[in-house]
């Protein structure tokens, strides 16, 4: 099962009841235990794919580690991006809806990606 084609409510609701189930079959304090390793688990994920960009030295705005770049979106993806754009340059990186997203703005590159090398790039917005 892959959980990356998940929602942040289905992926809360198996984490309910994978710990229902450690609650009511496990000793408490193994439960507890268990539980403790899980959220430490996944707050080390959440903080690696949070600093996706930075790992690969891409510049861009630095994320929630819970809602990456998704708060500042209240402003609007054409507001936002032109303000990221004229901060962190014609190519940036954000986290969006949990995935790293690669923001290019300078014609050229944009040229290159959709004409010369599109088959490389099969996975783009």
């Known amino acids: 099962m892959d959980l990356s084609q998940l929602g942040f409510g289905e992926k809360l609701v198996l984490l309910s009841v994978y710990c229902y189930i450690l609650f009511k079959f496990l000793n408490i304090y ?20 949070s600093e996706y960009w930075k790992r ?6 630095e994320g929630n580690i819970l809602f990456g770049n998704n708060l500042e979106l209240r402003k609007g993806f054409g507001v936002i991006d032109t303000e990221w754009t004229k901060k962190y340059g014609k190519v940036f990186g954000t986290i969006i ?13 944009m040229r290159r990606v959709l004409a010369k090398d599109f088959s490389n ?3 783009h917005r």
């Open 30 to 49: 193994i439960a507890i235990v268990i539980v403790i390793g899980t959220f430490t688990i996944i707050y080390l994920h959440l903080k690696e794919q």
């Open 56 to 61: 690969h030295g891409i510049d861009g705005p």
């Open 97 to 109: 809806f949990g995935q790293p997203d690669l923001v290019v703005s300078d014609l050229e590159i």
């Open 121 to 123: 790039f099969t996975n």
